[in-house]
């Protein structure tokens, strides 16, 4: 089992910055990915930005250039540094962990992005 952490939601203006954070803990082997999701009322949950332990990264098409995702593995932690943020970004952010079969989801964090 492994167990994820997410902190860093809230509101915020557009055109402004947020930082998510999630932590993981429990059975974490290496190699393995971890990445942010982000889901709105009605809608799929869908990839914002994925890291590999060896710290190759994919991003949706919507936040490239404006999102950046990191990791730490000694710290077994992901990152999503959220900039130039709109209010389409609007949605309940989730933190994922999966290596081969196995996938694990944190429970969500909301960002607000509103005048």
């Known amino acids: 089992q492994v167990q994820l952490v997410e902190s860093g939601g809230g509101l915020v203006q557009p055109g402004g910055s947020l930082r998510l954070s999630c932590a993981a803990s429990?059975?974490?082997?290496?190699?393995?990915?971890m990445g942010w999701y982000r889901q709105t009322p009605g809608k799929q949950r869908e990839l914002v930005a994925g890291?590999?332990?060896?710290?190759?990264?994919n991003y949706a098409d919507s936040v490239q250039g404006r999102f950046t995702i990191s990791r730490n593995n000694a710290k077994n932690t992901v990152s999503l540094q959220m900039n130039s943020l709109k209010p389409e970004d609007t949605a309940v952010y989730y933190c994922?962990?999966?290596?081969?079969?196995?996938?694990?989801w944190g429970q969500g964090t909301q960002v607000t992005v509103s005048s």
């Open positions: 890291i590999t332990s060896g710290g190759l990264t």
């Open positions: 429990g059975s974490i082997f290496s190699p393995n990915n």
């Open positions: 994922k962990y999966w290596k081969m079969a196995n996938m694990y």
